[in-house]
């Protein structure tokens, strides 16, 4: 008998980096949304634990929170800022869905076009370092952060509490 190599058994999810797809109208990246087992998203390998509870996946461009082995919150980084990027953070690889279409978030430059892509924010939050564009549906909370000069920096999903 021939043994061969058995590859681990994932859990549903891409295998690539390159077929993450964070979905704005399930609120789900690669499938797994707020509050599933962040083991469904082990096909990203192991991530930086950065601080209590967050990870960080630099290749990728993605932060998660989790709590109790599950995933509270993530964040897909378009642009780094610059200390993220000085710290190996790289632009998002994987597709953003928005109203059932792919769409490019980087030719977003100013909250206008914001607003325009997404609609009406609930709330804006000014910030030292740009602003923020909080969108609600639901339990799930939504932003839209631009850095200073108005571009789109990230864009994170949490349950609202």
Known sequence: ????????????????????????????????????????????????????????????????????????AFRVHVRPRSADAAAGVQPFAGVIRFRGSAFDPRPIACEDDVIDQFGIPVVVRGLADGCTLEYAAGRVVWEAVLSADGRLASVGVTHSR
């Open 1 to 72: 008998m021939v043994r061969t190599k058995r590859r681990p058994a994932t859990a549903a999810g891409p295998e690539a980096a390159s077929e993450l797809v964070l979905d704005l109208d399930t609120f789900r990246l690669a499938g797994v949304g707020c509050g599933d087992p962040v083991s469904r998203l082990r096909f990203l390998g192991p991530g930086c634990a950065c601080a209590a509870g967050v990870w960080e996946y630099p290749a990728h461009g993605l932060t998660l929170a989790v709590g109790r082995r599950r995933v509270l």
